[in-house]
């Protein structure tokens, strides 16, 4: 699953940025390119998760905010874009079911896929209709997973994490492609996940304890810190929903630059 997650992608937008080098952004291209050919739309077994389609639909979206208006890095990224949206719609209905990270990860997905694909013009009625439909499920899942406490219907400290990331990326966006503001219960119930996991965490190591499920996810690993170290995505969201820093050492810092 993970090469084909797209954190790469994610990781050769980064370079080019700080570089100028268009290896960077060469290699990206070739990359997706050869991942597009050798994994035809609904074929093979990268496209059986609606939840691994959303994580690499959401890398999609953060090399494109990185890269910005770069016109030779977009025609590829925008189809994909649209390929996801309509696979993870086709089975939301499991995703629903679930009750867990799923819920939340494959309705932001197609949230914000899709909003970002009306918002650079795509009027295609399915797209419309995925990000109608969209909105309502990731509401819903926040308001059906997320205890008045903060903890989630998950019992994984890791998997609160993800979830956390995905709130993040979440508002992140919605502010980014300037869409209708989200409800005061999504950010009430967002803010609650943020303290529930930063109560448990250390604040001296980052460290949190191994509560429940735990396969590896880590959906923001974007900086020098170890995969144990939970501050970077607690600081990320609570800068982004809160609006303040809850660590002041420098490190926790990163995720933000």
Request: aromatic share 12%.
């Amino acid at each position: 699953w993970e090469v084909s997650r797209f954190l790469w992608a994610v990781k050769f937008a980064q370079s080019y940025i700080i570089t100028g080098d268009k290896f960077y952004l060469d290699s990206l291209n070739e990359w997706l390119s050869d991942w597009s050919e050798n994994n035809p739309i609904n074929q093979g077994p990268n496209w059986k998760c609606g939840q691994e389609t959303s994580f690499r639909l959401i890398y999609l979206l953060l090399t494109i905010f990185f890269l910005k208006e770069k016109a030779d890095a977009q025609p590829i990224l925008e189809k994909m874009i649209s390929e996801h949206c309509l696979r993870i719609f086709s089975t939301k209905e499991y995703a629903q079911a679930q009750n867990n990270n799923h819920s939340v990860s494959e309705a932001a997905g197609m949230y914000l896929g899709s909003s970002y694909l009306i918002k650079n013009g795509n009027s295609d009625n399915k797209i419309i209709k995925i990000n109608q439909h969209s909105i309502g499920l990731l509401e819903s899942a926040i308001e059906n997973l997320i205890s008045s406490d903060g903890s989630f219907s998950q019992y994984s400290t890791n998997y609160h994490r993800l979830l956390i990331d995905i709130l993040s990326l979440v508002a992140f966006f919605n502010n980014e492609f300037n869409l209708e503001k989200l409800s005061t219960n999504f950010y009430d119930k967002a803010s609650k996940a943020i303290y529930w996991l930063w109560s448990i965490t250390d604040d001296s190591s980052g460290v949190a304890p191994n509560i429940g499920a735990n396969d590896g996810s880590y959906l923001l690993n974007l900086t020098k810190s170890d995969y144990n170290d939970f501050r970077p995505s607690i600081q990320l969201a609570s800068v982004i929903i809160n609006g303040k820093r809850l660590y002041e050492s420098k490190d926790e810092d990163e995720i933000l630059s």
